[in-house]
C-alpha cells in the first residue's frame, strides 16, 4: 500500500512539474498604472514566434538571443534559437498595453505582456515582453525600443 502512494505522489509531482499557472495581473498596483498605457516603437522590430507555431506571437527587437541586429524581410520565416521571424512592425507603430499576466512553472516565473497595435484592425494580440524590463518586481519600458506616447494634453512626466 505504501508503496503504491509512493509512486502516485511520483507520478503527481512530475505531471505537475511541467504544469504553468497564470495569474492575470491587471489590477495589482505594480501593474494596474500599465493598462490601457500606449507606447510607440523607437525602432523596427521583428514579429515572431515560437517555432512553427503561429499561436502565442509576440514582438522581438532585433539582435537579442541570436535574432538578426538589422531588421530585414531577407530573414523572414528563419528560426533563430527556436524564434521564427514572421513579420517586421515598424518604427512609430502605436501598441497599447491590454493586460499582463504571470506565468509560474516548476522551472521560473515569466511575464506575458498582450499588446494591441493601433493599426492592426484585427483583433490579433501579440506579446510585448520582450519590450520591457522586468527586473525589481516592476516593468519598466526599455527605453532603447519604445517611448510612452503623449496623449493631447498630458505630458510625458504625467504618464
Avoid at 94 to 115: A, G, M, R, W, Y
Amino acid at each position: 500500500m505504501k508503496i503504491k502512494l509512493l509512486m502516485m505522489a511520483m507520478v503527481f509531482l512530475i505531471v505537475s512539474a511541467g504544469c504553468a499557472s497564470t495569474t492575470i495581473l491587471d489590477e495589482h498596483p505594480n501593474y494596474k498604472p500599465l493598462i490601457g498605457k500606449k507606447y510607440r516603437l523607437l525602432i523596427d522590430c521583428y514579429f515572431a514566434s515560437y517555432g512553427s507555431s503561429s499561436s502565442n506571437q509576440f514582438v522581438m527587437p532585433p539582435g537579442i538571443l541570436g535574432v538578426p541586429k538589422q531588421c530585414n524581410d531577407s530573414f523572414l520565416g528563419k528560426t533563430y534559437n527556436n524564434k521564427t521571424l514572421i513579420g517586421i512592425v515598424k518604427k512609430g507603430s502605436i501598441l497599447k498595453i491590454n493586460s499582463i499576466k504571470s506565468e509560474v512553472s516548476f522551472e521560473s516565473q515569466s511575464f506575458i505582456i498582450d499588446i494591441k497595435f493601433s493599426n492592426d484592425s484585427s483583433a490579433k494580440i501579440y506579446d510585448g515582453t520582450w519590450l520591457f524590463d522586468d527586473s525589481n518586481g516592476k516593468l519598466t519600458p526599455l527605453k532603447d525600443y519604445i517611448a510612452a506616447e503623449e496623449t493631447p494634453g498630458q505630458s510625458s512626466a504625467e504618464q
